[in-house]
């Protein structure tokens, strides 16, 4: 009986530690996945326009069909890939970082260029037309496009959350930042399925609720969401550029080249006159320039190189 009770009391213990183990992990987790929260308000800026255009009843699929895309981009690819670097190569991550920050360039400047009527984006090609008439295959491109985007977005996510991590085993590494993948991804993708549904709920509070406080309610819900609407894509744009903008100022910083970083500093600073808020805006509006102006340079390489290159390879554009 004695022995028993002292392995019962082992596992107590056992169990003490696991759970004190889950709350660091959990609590770290937190901490490194705030450190991204650019990154994060731009993917969930950036999502529901994928699903603007469905029948209602398409929308909640779609979503669930990049949410599931996004926990396999962060677990399976980004997260080893990650853990790697960082004890291998860390000196190629701020490198992989600029490429990242240097496409999210790419997307915001030709979503503005497209605004102003200047070229015809990559989405223009010969056969699209076809392609828009078929509700499966434009749901299967919007969903893989939106896919892709999110593979850049939790690249950075990913990293800007390991660089948070205090030294700690490589255990200890893994396990927070496969908190922060799950748990940025429920947050995400549940605000995105908010936000896409609550026409839906808004129209059915006006047609069948029992109070005219609740009928009005879903009235002004459903006048409000298309404006709503293209706000969030405005800061969805955005924040593409802000994100590519500072990721490639900073990375400029850690390779050696402090010059860029430092004077925005000093501009943002002087700015604000004290005020923290300020000075956040001034940094994040001159890194958002910055990344308009390296995205319109980008685009021509875009649109003649890489666009070109992608449709020869991707069996979606060779069955066009």
């Known amino acids: 009986m004695s022995g028993l009770l002292a392995l019962l009391d082992d596992v107590a213990g056992i169990a003490k530690v696991a759970a004190a183990s889950v709350d660091d992990v959990i609590g770290q987790a937190v901490k490194s996945g705030s ?4 990154a994060v308000i731009d993917d969930a800026a950036v999502t529901p326009k994928y699903v603007q255009g469905f029948a209602a009843e398409r929308e909640l699929p779609i979503i669930w069909r990049i949410t599931k895309g996004s926990l396999k981009n962060k677990l399976l690819y980004l997260l080893p890939v990650g853990l790697f670097l960082a004890n291998f190569a860390p000196w190629a991550i701020p490198p992989l970082l600029m490429l990242g920050g240097a496409y999210l360039c790419f997307e915001g400047a030709e979503k503005v260029a497209h605004v102003l009527g200047w070229g015809h984006g990559h989405d223009d090609y010969p056969g699209k037309a076809a392609e828009v008439q078929d509700p499966a295959h434009l749901e299967e491109q919007k969903a893989a496009g939106a896919i892709k985007t999110d593979f850049i977005l939790s690249a950075e996510i990913m990293t800007i959350s390991l ?7 490589f255990w200890f590494e893994a396990a927070t930042l496969a908190a922060v993948a799950v748990m940025i991804t429920v947050a995400v993708y549940g605000s995105v399925a908010l936000i896409v549904k609550a026409d839906d709920v808004g129209l059915a509070l006006a047609s069948g609720g029992r109070l005219g406080v609740t009928r009005a309610l879903g009235r002004g819900i459903v006048r409000v969401m298309p404006g709503f609407m293209k706000v969030l894509t405005i800061v969805g744009t955005a924040a593409m550029l802000w ?6 100022v900073h990375g400029l910083a850690v390779l050696g080249w402090h010059g860029p970083e430092h004077l925005i500093y000093g501009i943002a600073k002087t700015v604000a006159a004290g005020s923290g808020f300020i000075e956040w805006a001034v940094k994040a509006g001159i890194d958002g320039l910055l990344g308009l102006g390296l995205g319109f340079l980008l685009i021509p390489v875009g649109e003649k190189v890489i666009t070109p290159i992608w449709r020869s390879i991707s069996p979606s554009k060779k069955s066009v």
């Open 35 to 38: 450190k991204a929260a650019g």
């Open 163 to 169: 660089a948070a991590i205090p030294d700690s085993n």
């Open 243 to 248: 994100v590519g903008g500072s990721i490639i």
